[in-house]
């Protein structure tokens, strides 16, 4: 009888360890799901502002076309391209760095930074800019968390035998940090 019980601690122990580790894999491979659809979220609502922002700076600036063509086009590849997240990542800093652009333009037309329309889609972005950085912050934690799971002894035991494969952080491009010169504009 006590080598039974034995037997079934020792074979207990390693069963319930890959069980509760698979389950630990799989709830934070979820988390990274939920963390991204919360980013996308946020990417979809800055896609929806940005016409009405650019459409308020138009009529104040119709003479700078080239800024206004460039986000309409980046904006259109980074709705088209959301579900491939590397390109989408890239794609998303360009428009970002295209929108700041456009808001450093507006230093240029005083009246414009007066009115009421401007300034609540102003205000609207920058909610939302933040929202996506809280986003991201949240994404990165997570796959940290996932990616310690899947990299540190035993557990990268367990994730390389079911094929759980790390993922990548959402980063931020060198050109993403550049702050626009109003002088250019």
Known sequence: MPAL???LIVLGFPILFVVLTFNTLV??????RDAWANIDTELKRRHDLIPNLVATVKGYAAHEK????????LRSKCMTDLNQKGQAAFEENELALAVKQMLALVENYPQLKAD???LALQQQL?????????ARRFFNGNVRDYRNKCETFPSNVVAGLFGFETRDYFQV???DRTVPDVAEY
């Open 116 to 118: 009421q329309h401007f």
């Open 66 to 73: 080239e800024i206004f063509e460039r986000i309409t086009a």
């Open 126 to 134: 920058t909610q939302t800019e933040d929202r996506i950085q809280a």
């Open 173 to 175: 491009t060198s050109a």
């Open 27 to 32: 709830a934070l491979r979820n988390h990274i």
């Open 5 to 7: 019980v034995i037997s």
